[in-house]
């Protein structure tokens, strides 16, 4: 019997290439969002903290 099968790629192993590319990108994106969450995140925490700072100066030398 002859072999019915070409040399293209079947339905399935492109829909699983697919899949492999968007998982790929989704993970991408998705680290680099909460990468920038986390900075932001510090940079809030870092504001905290000086204003904090700076009110215990005050209150402790009654002035800037």
């Known amino acids: 019997m002859k072999n019915m099968r070409s040399g293209g790629f079947t339905l399935i192993e492109m829909s699983i290439v697919l899949i492999i ?3 790929i990108i989704g993970g991408t994106v998705l680290g680099r969002s909460l990468m920038l969450n986390s900075k ?3 940079v ?9 700072a700076v009110a215990n100066f005050k209150q402790t030398y009654e002035g800037l």
């Open 44 to 52: 809030m925490t870092d504001i905290d903290s000086f204003t904090s």
């Open 40 to 42: 932001l995140q510090t």
């Open 21 to 23: 590319i968007a998982a």
